[in-house]
């Protein structure tokens, strides 16, 4: 069973930058590819980003160009940077796991979650 911790995240004015992280905990991490997923008030969760075993990433549209994912194996840990941020980027942040070297946008191909972390931009 893979447990997954995220933090990082908290109150930012629009224009600021934050970074999340996300480390399982059990477990190393390097042989999944690993997904961002967000979800506002309201609101379906939605893709952000992914990476695969291979460090081959994958974004939303809505964040291209303004976030970026990556993965230290070594420190065992995903990172989430997200810059520009928006009021519209107000959401909890979920890291997720899937056991399987590609990427995927779909939140049903992910097998392990974590239990979110509160990103909040202010206008």
């Known amino acids: 069973q893979v447990q997954l911790v995220e933090s990082g995240g908290g109150l930012v004015q629009a224009g600021g930058s934050l970074r999340l992280s996300c480390a399982p905990s059990?477990?190393?991490?390097?042989?999944?590819?690993m997904g961002w997923f967000r979800q506002a008030p309201g609101k379906e969760r939605e893709f952000v980003a992914a990476i695969s075993r291979s460090h081959r990433t994958y974004y939303a549209d809505s964040v291209k160009g303004r976030f970026g994912i990556s993965r230290d194996n070594y420190k065992n840990t995903m990172y989430l940077q997200m810059n520009s941020l928006k009021p519209e980027d107000t959401a909890v942040y979920y890291c997720?796991?899937?056991?399987?070297?590609?990427?995927?946008?779909?939140?049903?191909?992910?097998?392990?979650w974590g239990q979110g972390t509160q990103v909040t931009v202010s206008s």
């Open positions: 997720a796991a899937r056991d399987n070297q590609y990427y995927s946008g779909s939140s049903s191909d992910y097998d392990y």
């Open positions: 059990g477990r190393t991490f390097d042989s999944y590819s």
